[in-house]
């Protein structure tokens, strides 16, 4: 079993930056991907990043060059650093953690990100 717990969200102004993080702990070993998604107001949850255990990132079009994905296993925990962050970034966003060996992937809580115009 895998828990995670994202941290990080907030209020910003358009064109700032946020680090949302998100701490794994339990069998963490079997991951084999972990998923940034963002669920804005009224919309269907999307994936933003993801990173696998091999350190092959992928982005969605709306936020390359803008989101990056790390990994910091010395402290079990995922980052996503936002960068010129756009009002049509809010909303809220959710850590998942996958494996090809699960029935089904684990989901965190998600944190809310507001971006202000």
């Known amino acids: 079993q895998v828990q995670l717990v994202e941290s990080g969200g907030g209020l910003v102004q358009a064109g700032g930056s946020l680090r949302l993080s998100c701490a794994l702990s339990?069998?963490?070993?079997?991951?084999?991907?972990m998923n940034w998604y963002h669920q804005a107001p009224g919309k269907q949850r999307e994936l933003v990043a993801a990173?696998?255990?091999?350190?092959?990132?992928n982005y969605a079009d709306s936020v390359k060059g803008r989101f990056s994905i790390s990994r910091d296993n010395a402290k079990n925990t995922v980052y996503l650093q936002m960068d010129s962050l756009k009002p049509d970034d809010t909303g809220v966003y959710y850590c998942?953690?996958?494996?090809?060996?699960?029935?089904?992937?684990?989901w965190g809580q998600g944190t809310q990100v507001t971006v202000s115009s």
């Open positions: 998942n953690a996958d494996s090809y060996t699960w029935y089904a992937s684990v």
């Open positions: 339990g069998s963490i070993a079997s991951i084999d991907v």
């Open positions: 990173l696998t255990t091999e350190g092959i990132t």
